[in-house]
């Protein structure tokens, strides 16, 4: 009974601590886990090379610091699902995939770029309207996607013989909604992770790069909606986590949340509790709490 009641106390005081220190996570802590294989420097360095991202995007990315999004809770996550707009509004999937060209449209900064962004200069996850009007107004956030969209519209619009500018409007909307949405369900499960007692880590040079949508530890995590044609930034085109990491010292060990495709319109389609159980639990199994300044803690 005494070692029972022990062992909660000193559960309960690691919370405690935990909830109290200022957690930060930046590009220098991602490339000093991650960058470890020939596939990630090759990455990197291609990445740092683009001469579309070179003078903006990476310079940006590698100043970029996650802390906000640590002092989110399940219940901040829970209100923004309940109180979005609709992120893909009326738009049908048959005629938003339809636009080749705004399926295959790639901006320089990635959207997750802009998402994380938006969470770290206004201290709150967005709704779907507050994204919108945060990438209206805020300059950065403005040169990084929203001008970039509407210049696209422009093109496509006036290029494509017989389609109107409505439609690749709706394009648009439901390419990056489905980002937004994948944005959402991420910080769902961090959030949640979290709350169970694990140093989960996020950061947008992970995600956009590395192809790591969040971690813990040496474990790198993918959520994943199955069969989606838009896994966030195309990801499923392209090299896969367990590829790039492959190979390193010590290796690192994978966990993939895989959801089936929404089959409700108009709900923020999120991993359920079991899922997100099975999760935690299978996540406290191989991770031991890092120690004091390390992983991007300070």
């Not at 949508?213 to 930034?233: E, P, Q």
């Amino acid at each position: 009974m005494v070692v029972s009641r022990l062992a909660r106390s000193l559960q309960a005081c690691a919370q405690f601590r935990m909830a109290m220190m200022i957690f930060r996570t930046t590009a220098q802590d991602v490339l000093g886990l991650f960058n470890v294989t020939p596939q990630t420097r090759q990455a990197l360095a291609d990445w740092r090379a683009d001469n579309s991202k070179k003078d903006t995007v990476v310079p940006f990315v590698e100043a970029h610091e996650t802390s906000s999004v640590y002092q989110l809770e399940p219940g901040d996550v829970e209100r923004v699902c309940r109180t979005t707009e609709h992120a893909l509004g009326e738009v049908k999937r048959v005629t938003a995939e339809s636009i080749q060209d705004i399926v295959d449209w790639h901006p320089d900064f990635a959207f997750m770029h802009v998402l994380h962004y938006c969470v770290e200069a206004t201290s709150e996850l967005p709704t779907w309207q507050r994204f919108c009007e945060f990438v209206r107004e805020d300059r950065q956030a403005r040169a990084m996607l929203w001008r970039p969209a509407q210049e696209e519209v422009q093109r496509v619009a006036s290029s494509s013989a017989g389609i109107s500018r409505s439609i690749v409007k709706d394009a648009m909307r439901w390419r990056v909604g489905n980002a937004y949405y994948s944005f959402l369900r991420e910080i769902y499960v961090t959030t949640h992770l979290r709350a169970a007692g694990l140093d989960v880590r996020m950061h947008p040079l992970a995600d956009a790069l590395f192809r790591v949508d969040f971690w813990c530890g040496r474990t790198a995590c993918s959520l994943l909606v199955k069969n989606s044609k838009f896994h966030k930034d195309d990801e499923g085109r392209k090299r896969q986590t367990s590829e790039l990491l492959s190979g390193a010292m010590p290796p690192f060990q994978f966990h993939k949340i895989q959801l089936e495709r929404a089959s409700r319109f108009g709900v923020v389609h999120l991993p359920g509790a079991e899922q997100i159980e099975l999760a935690a639990k299978q996540l406290h199994t191989v991770v031991q709490m890092p120690s004091p300044g390390v992983d991007g803690q300070s």
